[in-house]
Nanobody, 126 residues
Framework: QVQLVESGGGSVQAGGSLRLSCAVS????????KGWFRQAPGKEREWVAG????????GYDDSVKGRFTISQDNAKTTVYLQMNSLNSEDTAKYYC???????????????????WGQGTQVTVSS
């Protein structure tokens, strides 16, 4: 089993920044893909970014490319999502997720991810 706990959400004005953290514990060697998803009210959960924790390759949805950065600490027990130039369309609940598999940096489907955190709310006001 793998446990994921997100933190770092909050309220920010448009143009501001936030950094989300995802603490990973348990059988961490059983997963090599970590991703961030988000879900706004009335919308489907969507993939935002993903990283292969073994080789460090990362990928982003076009809507956040150039503004968000996914990274991990040296121990590979924490995954971060640095979010800059936030706008109202970024308002959502953000989830950290993990799985074992390939193509970690490509657009992911929620059903592909086995482990999920409880989510952290990000609200951007204009």
């Amino acid at each position: 089993q793998v446990q994921l706990v997100e933190s770092g959400g909050g309220s920010v004005q448009a143009g501001g920044s936030l950094r989300l953290s995802c603490a990973v514990s348990g059988n961490t060697y059983s997963v090599n893909c970590k991703g961030w998803f988000r879900q706004a009210p009335g919308k489907e959960r969507e993939w935002v970014a993903g990283i292969n924790t073994g080789v460090g390759t990362a990928g982003y949805d076009d809507s956040v490319k150039g503004r968000f950065t996914i990274s991990q600490d040296n121990a590979k027990t924490t995954v971060y999502l640095q979010m800059n130039s936030l706008n109202s369309e970024d308002t959502a609940k953000y989830y950290c997720a993990a799985r074992q598999g390939a193509y970690c940096s490509r657009v992911g489907r929620p059903d592909d991810y086995k482990y999920w955190g409880q989510g952290t709310q990000v609200t951007v006001s204009s």
